[in-house]
């Protein structure tokens, strides 16, 4: 019996082209899903699927605007003839020492991409997901514990876990799972470049396990949700984050 198998399945992938979101392709490919990376710049999403092979697609896409994203699932309707697999990932942050200093494009931008996207994609998709079908959302450990700093932020991640969890009740019936993967401290590019020194310098060493993760240690989750192998779970969160127990 092959394990996490994904061979014959289309998955999208938003948010693409961090980090963590090729990550996630590479390994959904390696599985043998046919990988619509789907991200904004549309010369490197198409050359990052290239890469991935010819059976792989890059789409340019604009996650906060709706039709977009009706754009983009036909497309990936012409080609693929359907999708099995939705993979939400795309987000964005800005930490505020002060919630003073979140201004109101800032907060509407933030929910635009963090939570407006999934509803908007998942709405696009929905019609076109089979029985068997999973849409997997990417939340993060500051739902749960929150962060002083990245209040915007947290509060999108507390609403990806309350959407994922009715999503999975409203599909259930249809047979779509619907999870969720909440990573804890992950090592990217991005974490220099948005924190000060000090915490850059700490980061992740809190852990259980002592460090940061690396990417390709969260990419598994996706795999094993999106899956036959994860048939009894739905409405449930996934937590690499190194060792911190969550109990919510």
Not at 215 to 232: K, N, R
Request: with cysteine; net charge neutral.
């Amino acid at each position: 019996m092959e394990l996490f198998s994904l061979k014959g399945k289309t998955a999208i992938v938003t948010g693409a082209l961090g980090l963590i979101g090729k990550k996630h392709c590479e390994a959904l490919a390696l599985a043998g899903a046919n990988v619509v990376a789907a991200d904004v710049d549309e010369k490197k999403v198409e050359a990052f699927a290239a890469n991935l092979g010819e059976q792989h697609g890059g789409l340019k896409i604009d996650v906060t605007s709706k039709h977009s994203l009706e754009i983009a699932r036909d497309k990936i309707l012409t080609r693929y003839g359907g999708i099995d697999i939705l993979v939400n990932n795309a987000g964005e942050q800005h930490p505020q020492e002060d919630i003073q200093n979140i201004t109101k494009d800032q907060l509407e931008r933030t929910f635009r991409t963090n939570i407006f996207s999934f509803f908007y994609m998942t709405k696009a998709a929905a019609k076109h997901l089979p029985k068997g079908g999973a849409i997997v959302n990417t939340t993060s450990v500051t739902a749960y514990r929150g962060s002083p700093t990245l209040l915007d932020y947290s509060a999108t991640k507390g609403a990806i876990v309350a959407f994922t969890r009715s999503l999975s009740k409203a599909f259930a019936e249809r047979g779509i799972r619907v999870n969720a993967v909440a990573p804890g401290p992950i090592w990217t590019p991005l974490i220099p470049s948005t924190f000060p020194a000090d915490r850059v310098a700490s980061f992740g060493k809190d852990t259980t396990l002592g460090r940061p993760g690396e990417p390709e240690e969260v990419a598994p989750s996706y795999v094993f949700l999106a899956s036959d192998d994860g048939s009894y779970f739905t409405g449930q969160v996934l937590h690499p984050n190194g060792g911190e127990i969550v109990n919510a």
